[in-house]
């Protein structure tokens, strides 16, 4: 689809899937305990990879990549590393300290990137946007803390403890997501979505691969066991190249932050499939803090008018 023809209640709806397909991120990755954080990353993103450039084969739209990422190599390469960083401290996060604090503090990206926006770029939010992401981020926290009530601590920690390690890694991760999305900003409006997406999944996956060996102190694992090989799959296709590419896609239409708070979606998607593949129930300050962060993203898809 040609870029000018994208509305913004098409970017908005992309952001809005996107987010809610994240969160099916946690689910698969409650099945890989015995990957650790560098396979689990590298794999879904060559899966990513592989599901792509499926498409753009068949669709016969996979001989002018080459061509493109050549001459767009420079910022295909740091959009790949600053991809590839995301993943790896998130992941990190999420082993290293509670689901909890890597949950809140992974949410703070849409502040990093209003920041960034700002005094970088020069893209002043309304007051209406910032009431927005506020309101968002608040109803994210509240939904965390629902979440940790319920589950207990046994769950919450999942055999992690609080830890100013994996607290940085979490934010890290958040920044250096602020970081893509507003450096992915402008070339969004260049090409087609997944002759984009397929360069940065590549670099990603090599920028995983190269530091594997300095940050596990091992090489990559290759999983063989079905009982790996599906919940992979499973998240290389709908949270990485469903839903970070529909992530991405809706930079065309959206400001950096606004694409970054649509991310917030993803506790509820997760809750969602939670309650329906394992019956936990999420608790009653879920429906507020559900309410706050749906209610955000009414004010950031008005203040963008």
């Known amino acids: 689809m040609p870029l000018k023809s994208r509305t913004r209640k098409l970017t908005l709806i992309e952001g809005i899937t996107a987010g809610t397909l994240f969160g099916t991120a946690a689910i698969f990755i409650r099945f890989l305990p015995s990957l650790d954080v560098f396979s689990i990353a590298f794999w879904r993103l060559i899966i990513a990879c592989c599901i792509l450039a499926a498409i753009l084969l068949f669709s016969g739209k996979l001989s002018g990549l080459k061509d493109y990422a050549i001459g767009s190599l420079k910022e295909l390469v740091v959009l790949g590393l600053l991809l590839g960083l995301h993943f790896i401290f998130f992941i990190s996060a999420v082993k290293d300290t509670t689901i909890l604090n890597a949950t809140v503090l992974v949410n703070t990206t849409p502040i990093f990137s209003v920041f960034i926006s700002t005094f970088i770029f020069n893209l002043k939010p309304s007051r209406l946007a910032v009431a927005g992401i506020a309101i968002s981020i608040a109803g994210a926290c509240v939904i965390a803390y629902a979440e940790s009530t319920v589950a207990g601590s046994d769950v919450v920690f999942s055999g992690a ?4 390690k994996g607290d940085m890694e979490a934010v890290l991760a958040a920044f250096v997501e602020a ?16 002759t984009i997406m397929l360069p940065i999944y590549m670099f990603a996956a ?7 060996p300095i940050g596990a102190r091992k090489g990559l694992e290759l999983p063989t066991e079905p009982g790996v090989i599906l919940p992979l799959l499973g998240l290389g296709i709908l949270p990485t190249a469903a839903a970070h590419t529909l992530y991405f896609s809706s930079l065309s239409n959206l400001k950096s932050f606004e694409t970054a708070t649509m991310a917030l979606l993803e506790p509820i998607g997760a809750a ?28 950031i898809a008005k203040g963008g008018k």
Do not use: C, H, M
Request: net charge positive.
């Open 272 to 299: 969602v499939l939670g309650a329906v593949l394992f019956g936990e129930l999420p608790a009653p300050l879920f429906i507020l803090g559900t309410t706050l962060v749906l209610l955000g993203i009414v004010f």
């Open 206 to 212: 090599v920028v995983v691969g190269f530091l594997s």
């Open 179 to 194: 970081v893509y999305l507003n450096y992915g900003k402008k070339i969004r409006g260049q090409r087609a979505i997944l």
């Open 161 to 164: 403890v609080p830890s100013v």
